[in-house]
């Protein structure tokens, strides 16, 4: 069982960068893919970004591509998503998951794992 625990979201005005921490335990972290998607209300989960398990390969949705990027340390178990240039329009849950087949995938549902979510709130 993989256990997911994301950090490091908050309040930033519009223009503004955060930094998120997507720590995994119970599994071999460096086998798995990993994504970030977010959430906002009323809408269905969107994919944000992807990365592959060595972290050689990348993905990002075309709204947040130059804006946002994705990372890992296998070391320490943990994926990243720098945030920069932050819109209102970026306000929503983010979550990572956790692909076991090691495939950058874009679909919530090829994830076998996930964290609670972090808030993210861009204010104008």
């Known amino acids: 069982q993989v256990q997911l625990v994301e950090s490091g979201g908050g309040l930033v005005q519009a223009g503004g960068s955060l930094l998120l921490s997507c720590a995994a335990s119970?599994?071999?972290?460096?086998?798995?893919?990993m994504g970030w998607f977010r959430q906002a209300p009323g809408k269905e989960r969107e994919f944000v970004a992807a990365?592959?398990?060595?972290?050689?390969?990348?993905s990002y949705a075309d709204s947040v591509k130059g804006r946002f990027t994705v990372s890992r340390d296998n070391a320490k178990n943990t994926v990243y998503l720098q945030m920069n240039s932050l819109k209102p329009e970026d306000t929503a849950v983010y979550s990572c998951?956790?692909?076991?087949?090691?495939?950058?995938?874009?679909?919530?549902?090829?994830?076998?794992?996930w964290g609670q979510g972090t808030q993210v709130t861009v204010s104008s």
């Open positions: 119970g599994g071999t972290f460096s086998s798995y893919a």
């Open positions: 998951g956790a692909d076991l087949r090691r495939i950058i995938s874009r679909i919530p549902g090829e994830y076998d794992y």
């Open positions: 990365i592959s398990w060595s972290g050689s390969s990348t």
